[in-house]
């Protein structure tokens, strides 16, 4: 293994470190910003909606401009995008002021997910062996630290700018250093005309066949069904339906947080050990159990462990998703991945309202039975997941590739 594959693991398991404490940043202090801008409760879902419509698009641009710069650019330039739009966010007052926030962090954040996911698939594909669960508890660790400033933020009453500006003080140069040793894959995008116009082909002459990604993308958004779930209405679901306190409701998410910390932090070695499809396979099940305890639950300590086992299920699927493409499409893993990425926003988008609309309509109880099924699903395209006969993650590991080609700053 080589002293550049060392660093691009360690850059790029820092991008994802910073982009879990922006993102949590910024959706742990939403009633902040709803006071700071006055925005009523009834314009409040547009703006929400808005944040992962752009994303989509931005998941989208990113696809287009891998075809003539390297992903590794693409992540250069959009992590201080999404840094310098929190920053916007936390010290406006006018309406306008966080529309145009909102909408460049959303752009900017679908364009970083896409590229350092793109880039999570190459450097996976150069080790011989699953690291991409690694990277994502990178990102949960961020999380983690994202949601502890916030709350200290809101303990002090410090004013979202105050909050925000010594964190992107500190992890935009960071994130600009880091950048310097990014690996791509070696291959330069593909040049404009015929080749870089053909909707999914990129320098190795790969197609995207969206038939073959679609139990991807279908798992992809099952996934963030069951996530947006956790992090939108597991406080609400605690407090109201399982009377807990207002404090002890705070619990599940930062639960379901540590335990996909711990899930992910273990989970490459039971891909390596055990096949990605057979950890794809538990995860799904330890998730659909999950939710069945959340709604039989009698009380709060009990659905606080049906949100643990959550957490350790559902934490392991979307990084061995992204993988999977990558496995599918290695002739066009970062237009696979771009694709694959928009349906995040898609599983978000639908998961909250449908929750909300459930538990209002009937109850909340009825409603975390959706998200128990629509885990329960992923079991049947597990087999979307298994590695072609000369690829990893089968238990038989390929050797590891020393000539990764072109890495270091991506100039």
Not at 112 to 117: I, K, P, R, V
Not at 295 to 314: D, E, K, N, Q, R
Not at 315 to 321: A, D, S, Y
Request: glycine share 14%.
């Amino acid at each position: 293994m080589t002293e550049t594959l060392r660093r691009g693991r360690t850059s790029l398991a820092f991008g994802f470190l910073a982009q879990g404490v922006a993102f949590a940043l910024l959706v742990t202090r939403i009633p902040a910003l709803q006071d700071q801008y006055g925005i009523s409760d009834g314009l409040l879902p547009v703006f929400l909606a808005a944040v992962p419509v752009l994303a989509g698009a931005g998941s989208m641009g990113a696809e287009r401009l891998v075809r003539r710069v390297r992903p590794s650019r693409v992540m250069r330039w959009s992590q201080p995008a999404v840094l310098l739009a929190l920053l916007g966010a936390g010290a406006g007052d006018a309406m306008w002021e966080i529309a145009v926030a909102l909408a460049a962090f959303g752009v900017a954040v679908g364009a970083l997910d896409a590229s350092m996911n793109m880039l999570g698939v190459s450097l996976q594909r150069a080790y011989g062996r699953s690291i991409m669960l690694g990277f994502h508890a990178a990102y949960s660790l961020g999380g983690i630290v994202g949601a502890s400033l916030a709350w200290a933020g809101a303990h002090w009453d410090l004013s979202l700018f105050v909050l925000y500006l010594p964190v992107v003080v500190v992890l935009l140069p960071a994130a600009l250093l880091a950048s310097r040793w990014y690996v791509d894959d070696g291959a330069e995008g593909a040049p404009e005309g015929p080749e870089g116009a053909d909707g999914g082909r990129n320098a190795e002459g790969g197609v995207v066949v969206f038939r073959t990604l679609l139990p991807l993308c279908l798992v992809m958004a099952f996934v963030y069904i069951g996530d947006s779930t956790v992090s939108n209405w597991g406080a609400k679901y605690l407090q109201d339906v399982l009377g807990s306190s207002e404090q002890l409701s705070t619990v599940p998410y930062n639960v379901y947080m540590v335990t996909a910390l711990v899930g992910r932090g273990v989970g490459d070695l039971g891909v390596r050990r055990f096949g990605a499809v057979a950890v794809v396979r538990a995860g799904a099940v330890l998730g659909a159990v999950g939710f069945g305890v959340v709604a039989v639950a009698p009380g709060a300590w009990v659905g606080i462990g049906g949100f643990t086992l959550l957490g350790l299920g559902l934490c392991v699927i979307v990084p061995q998703t992204f993988a999977a493409a990558g496995r599918l499409f290695p002739g066009a893993s970062d237009a696979a991945v771009a694709r694959l990425n928009i349906f995040n926003y898609v599983g978000f988008l639908v998961g909250s309202p449908l929750v909300g609309a459930l538990g209002d309509g009937w109850n909340y109880r009825g409603a975390m039975v959706v998200p128990l099924v629509l885990v329960l699903v992923i079991l049947r395209y597990a087999r979307s997941f298994a590695p072609g006969p000369d690829r990893y993650g089968d238990g038989h590991e390929r050797a590891r590739t020393a000539d990764v080609g072109r890495g270091g700053n991506g100039l």
